[in-house]
C-alpha cells in the first residue's frame, strides 16, 4: 500500500526545492523564506519562525526531512531524505499551479493544491484560535497582566481575521469548481 503523500504550503515547498536548502537551520530557512515571500501574514520572524519550526518537525516525522545536531553550540541542522526527492518530483509544477486564479474542473491538480492550502489554513486558524482563548484565560487570571497582552490577542485575532478570509476565499473556488 503506498504512503499518502504529505502536503506542503507551495512557497515553503518550492524553497525546499532549491538545490541550495539542503543543510539548513530553521533560522536560515526563516531568513529565505522572509526574502523570498515575506513574512506569510505572521507579524514578526519570530511568529514565521515558530510556523516554519511546526512544519519541519512534521516533515522530520515523515521521514522527509533528517534532523542533526551538529558542532560545538549544538546547532540543530535539516538536510532532506532521500524520501523526500521520491515524493515531491513534480513538486515544482505543483507550486507554480498553485498560483492560478481560477482553477478549471479539469484542473484536478490545482484542486489538490488548494484543498492541501486549506487545511493548512485551517490548522493555523484552530492555532490562532487557541492562542486567542489562552490570552482571555491568562488575562481572567492574571488581571495586572492586561495590559502587556492586549497587543498580543489583538494582533492574534488580526491574523484569525486574515486566515478566515483566505479560507473563504478557496472554500469559494473549491465550491465554484464543484459546479
Not at 498553485?98 to 489538490?112: G, H, I, R
Not at 489562552?134 to 489583538?154: D, H
Not at 469559494?172 to 469548481?177: F, G, I, M, V, W
Request: proline share 3%; charged share 30%.
Amino acid at each position: 500500500m503506498g504512503r499518502k503523500r504529505t502536503r506542503l504550503d507551495p512557497d515553503l515547498l518550492k524553497l525546499l526545492l532549491d538545490d541550495d536548502m539542503n543543510d539548513f537551520s530553521v533560522i536560515e530557512l526563516r531568513d529565505s523564506y522572509a526574502e523570498r515571500f515575506g513574512l506569510g501574514g505572521y507579524p514578526d520572524r519570530s511568529e514565521l519562525r515558530k510556523w516554519l519550526y511546526r512544519r519541519l518537525l512534521l516533515l522530520v516525522r515523515k521521514d522527509l526531512l533528517v534532523r542533526s545536531t551538529l558542532g560545538e553550540d549544538n546547532t540543530v541542522r535539516y538536510r532532506k531524505s532521500d524520501s523526500f526527492s521520491m515524493e515531491h518530483p513534480s513538486a515544482r509544477s505543483e507550486c507554480s499551479q498553485a498560483k492560478s486564479l481560477v482553477p478549471t474542473n479539469s484542473d484536478e491538480s490545482s484542486m489538490t493544491v488548494l484543498r492541501a492550502r486549506l487545511n493548512l489554513y485551517q490548522v493555523d486558524m484552530l492555532a490562532c484560535a487557541g492562542e486567542c482563548k489562552e490570552y482571555q484565560q491568562i488575562v481572567e487570571e492574571f488581571p495586572q497582566l492586561k495590559e502587556s497582552v492586549e497587543p498580543m490577542y489583538r494582533n492574534a485575532r488580526e491574523r484569525s481575521s486574515e486566515l478566515m478570509g483566505q479560507l473563504r476565499a478557496i472554500n469559494n473556488l473549491l465550491h465554484q469548481s464543484a459546479h
